[in-house]
């Protein structure tokens, strides 16, 4: 995310890609499949944990208020379809009033 004047973060600058799905497997009586939030955006990945087990996908983020909200809240969704699977989507809590 590069938005002038706003916000600069790119997550290729701290977080390194992982080789395979993760899958914690009898959380509850459920597998739970967690990924960040930039990995929404592929639909393989949540499939791929679901075919691992996954009954829910967990993805905590930290969407930011200039892109986040309506991207946040539509890849939720379509990852709960795409993996037939309970999503969490969480995010940190914020004043969107402050600066």
Do not use: W
């Amino acid at each position: 995310i590069d938005v002038p004047n706003k916000i600069r973060f790119f997550e290729s600058e701290t977080l390194s890609a992982g080789n395979q799905a993760t899958v914690v497997p009898n959380f509850r009586d459920h597998a739970l499949g967690v990924a960040i939030c930039y990995d929404m955006r592929f639909a393989e990945l949540a499939i791929s944990m679901r075919n691992k087990g996954a009954t829910i996908l967990c993805y905590p983020g930290a969407f930011n208020t200039v892109t986040g909200p309506l991207a946040y809240q539509l890849l939720a969704r379509a990852r709960a379809l795409d993996g037939q699977s309970f999503v969490i989507a969480a995010s940190p809590a914020r004043n969107p009033n402050s600066s």
